[in-house]
């Protein structure tokens, strides 16, 4: 279904939510990896700097982000709070991200 999306749909980003966790049904970073032709690991790297500012357990994340073709796809923590506050924490930056992927940036000069 990734692939559809990035393939097929037109979607520049995808968001999933759960399954980044260390139980045998935690495969949501696996299916990603499966589906991504290159990493973009600063975005997952940065909600987990961010999380463990509210909480240690954001160690244990094995979230990932990456891109296909014209799609950002990053992988968010299952519990609704803590992906909106990944979100919030995010968004300015990887819609910024995506007007480089699809070429649209104005400028990419530090702030």
């Not at 997952?44 to 160690?59: C, D, G, N, P």
């Not at 968010?76 to 995010?90: H, M, N, Q, T």
């Amino acid at each position: 279904e990734m692939i559809n999306m990035c393939d097929n749909l037109n979607v520049n980003l995808l968001l999933t939510t759960g399954g980044t966790g260390f139980s045998k049904r935690d495969i949501t970073p696996e299916a990603t990896k499966s589906v991504i032709e290159r990493e973009a690991l600063g975005i997952v790297e940065a909600i987990r700097f961010y999380s463990l500012q509210i909480t240690k357990r954001a160690m244990l994340s094995r979230a990932t982000s990456g891109i296909r073709q014209n799609t950002l796809i990053i992988n968010l923590p299952g519990s609704p709070k803590a992906c909106k506050e990944a979100l919030d924490f995010v968004l300015d930056d990887v819609k910024h991200g995506i007007e480089i992927l699809l070429g649209e940036a104005k400028e990419c000069a530090r702030k």
